[in-house]
């Protein structure tokens, strides 16, 4: 991992752990609402459905992402991809925030829960067209965990925000030090390479071969003879 990019690499890695135990607690609730539900013969609606599969998408998005971001974090093409996803799951969870609205409440007198509205004292029986009917759990109970999915998508929200930042970060990172690195395209190349002990020396009899050789091109074509060059 290049030293540069290591605290923007780790503050992303910590923000998708974040995310995931935000996204894998709401699956998780709504995960059982649904179970509720159908389990009893009850009509599922959208929005239920619709937050379970946000949570479902953002759970194994981040998951993906805790695992790969240490290898694949400030690559362009990754890190492109990750900034989409982040900003589409921001939005994602703002809906989310508003379709758990009814967990801003104390969960005290009247409230509006995923397994049906009352006061939250008194049993929660849901009575069909038919004139049969069945018990489901205590609104004071799936309130409080419909507002526990409220205050975790607004949590939420608050991190996809930034890890979008710090995605736009490693990629600004990362072009900043491919033009940087020694290159024929700016002006300037890496430095010699610094001479290796273990490579063999040429003696002094190579050399004055080598220098005779030197000697030998640089004759005039006329057969005049050129000093050689004095030894030291």
């Known amino acids: 991992m290049p030293e540069g990019n290591f605290p923007l690499k780790s503050l992303s890695w910590f923000l998708r752990l974040l995310e995931f135990c935000c996204a894998v607690i709401i699956l998780g609730i709504f995960s059982y609402f649904i179970s509720v539900l159908s389990s009893n013969g009850i009509h599922v609606a959208t929005y239920i459905r619709a937050v379970e599969g946000i ?15 240490c290898c694949l974090g400030g690559i362009a093409i990754f890190s492109s991809i990750a900034l989409v996803f982040d900003v589409a799951l921001f939005g994602a969870f703002i809906y989310m925030s508003y379709a758990t609205r009814g967990g801003n409440r104390s969960c005290r007198g009247y409230a509006w829960t995923p397994l049906g509205a009352g006061n939250v004292f008194d049993a929660n029986r849901y009575e069909f067209e038919t004139g049969e009917f069945v018990f489901l759990p205590s609104l004071r109970k799936a309130c409080r965990l419909d507002r526990a999915c409220f205050v975790l998508s607004i949590l939420a929200v608050c991190f996809f925000f930034f890890s979008a930042i710090v995605e736009g970060a490693l990629i600004h990172t990362k072009r900043k ?21 273990w490579k063999k020396q040429p003696t002094n009899v190579e050399k004055g071969q080598e220098i005779a050789a030197v000697n030998h091109k640089a004759s005039p074509s006329n057969g005049t003879e050129v000093e050689p060059e004095e030894r030291v």
Do not use: D
């Open 177 to 197: 030090k491919r033009a940087l690195a020694p290159s024929p395209n700016n002006g300037y190349t890496a430095e010699t390479p610094h001479h290796r002990f």
């Open 55 to 69: 949570a479902a998408w953002a759970t194994g998005y981040t998951l993906i992402a805790l695992l790969l971001v």
